[in-house]
C-alpha cells in the first residue's frame, strides 16, 4: 500500500515523544580513522566535556568503546525515526508541529490498559490450532487475515502481543483476543479484533458474541477495544485497515495535550553528523481545531 499518513495529533505526539527522548541521550556517529572503525562522542548529558567542537574519539573494539556503540547504535535509530517523522511533518504542513504536554492522561480508564499492563500479558495462548496455519516473524497465526494486520502494525511502528488471555467476570468466559497493541507513546494498548469470514454463519454468531462480551465488560470500541471488520475474504482492505487503527490512537489523544502557538521549538538537524539542537522559530499558526 501506499505512504501511511498519520493522523495529525499522533503526528505531533510521536515527534515530540521521539525529541525528548533525543534531549536525555548521548549523541554520536560512527566513522572511519585510520583504517579503524570508531564511535564519536558529541554530546554526553552526564560529560560535557564531549561537543561537536571537541568530539571524543574511541575504537569500537575498546572496552568503553564498545559501551559507547551500543548507546549511539539507540541514538541513531530513534533519530532516524525522529527525522522521518519531521520531514513528513514539514512536507504535509506549513506550521511547527506543536508542543505535548506528557504524560498524557485518560478522562476514562475502568481497565487501566497502559504500558505496565501491555507487558504483563503473555501471548499464544489460544488453545485452537487450525488445520493450515499461516507461520510468519510473530509466530503461527490462523489466518492470512491476520498475517497481513500483523505486517501493517509493524509498518506503523505499533507492538503487538497475539492472543493473549482475556478473562470476562460479567459472561464468565475466557477468550483469546487477536492482538493487544500498544500504543505506548501515549502510556496506552487496546485489544484489536480483526473480524472476518462473515459470509459463515456459525463465525458471525461467534464474532457478534464476543463484542456483546466485550460490551458487558465496559470494553468500549476504539478505546479499550478496536474492531476491523474485513467484509471480503479475498481482499484485505490495508488503507481501511490502517484508517481504523490510526483513527482509534487520535481519539485517545486529547486535544488538551497539545501546546498550539508555540513560537519557538528546538528540533534536531537532520545531519547524522552534526548532533547540536538548534532553535527553529516559525510564525505561523496552527489551524483551529
Known amino acids: 500500500m501506499e505512504r501511511i499518513v498519520l493522523p495529525m495529533k499522533v503526528h505531533a505526539v510521536k515527534l515530540e515523544y521521539r525529541r525528548l527522548i533525543l534531549d536525555k541521550m548521548i549523541h554520536g556517529y560512527f566513522t572511519v580513522r ?62 511547527a508541529p506543536p508542543g505535548v504536554t506528557f504524560p498524557i492522561k485518560q478522562f476514562y480508564d475502568p481497565h487501566l490498559m497502559n504500558n505496565e499492563y501491555y507487558n504483563r500479558q503473555k501471548e499464544h495462548l489460544g488453545k485452537y ?11 503461527e497465526l490462523k489466518s492470512k487475515n491476520e498475517l497481513m494486520a500483523a505486517g501493517l502494525l509493524h509498518q506503523m ?26 500504543f505506548y507513546e501515549i502510556d496506552r494498548c487496546a485489544y484489536l479484533e480483526v473480524l472476518g469470514m462473515n459470509d459463515k454463519g456459525d463465525y458471525a454468531v461467534r464474532a457478534s458474541s464476543k463484542i456483546n462480551s466485550y460490551s458487558k465488560a465496559k470494553y468500549r470500541p476504539g478505546r479499550e477495544v478496536i474492531y476491523v471488520h474485513i467484509y471480503d475474504k479475498h481482499n ?15 481519539c485517545m489523544i486529547p486535544d488538551s495535550a497539545l501546546e498550539w502557538n508555540v513560537d519557538l521549538r528546538t528540533v534536531l538537524v537532520s545531519s547524522t553528523e552534526e548532533c547540536e539542537v ?8 496552527a489551524p483551529a481545531c
Request: net charge negative; charged share 25%.
Open 34 to 95: 585510520r583504517g579503524k572503525k570508531n564511535v564519536v562522542i558529541t554530546h554526553d548529558p552526564e560529560n560535557p566535556r564531549y561537543t561537536t567542537r571537541r568530539p571524543r574519539f574511541l575504537s569500537v573494539n575498546s572496552r568503553l568503546g564498545k559501551i559507547y556503540s551500543e548507546k549511539i547504535t539507540g541514538y541513531l535509530k530513534i533519530k532516524s525515526e525522529y527525522d522521518s517523522l519531521l520531514n513528513s511533518w514539514n512536507s504535509t504542513y506549513s506550521f
Open 129 to 139: 490450532l487450525p488445520d493450515n496455519p499461516t507461520f510468519s516473524e510473530d509466530g
Open 157 to 182: 511502528g505499533i507492538p503487538i502481543k497475539y492472543e493473549t488471555e482475556l478473562y470476562f467476570e460479567e459472561t464468565d468466559e475466557t477468550i483469546n483476543p487477536d492482538y493487544l497493541i500498544s
Open 236 to 250: 484485505f482492505d490495508g488503507a481501511y485497515f490502517v484508517e481504523q487503527v490510526l483513527s482509534a490512537f487520535d
Open 278 to 285: 538548534n532553535p527553529r522559530i516559525n510564525d505561523q499558526t
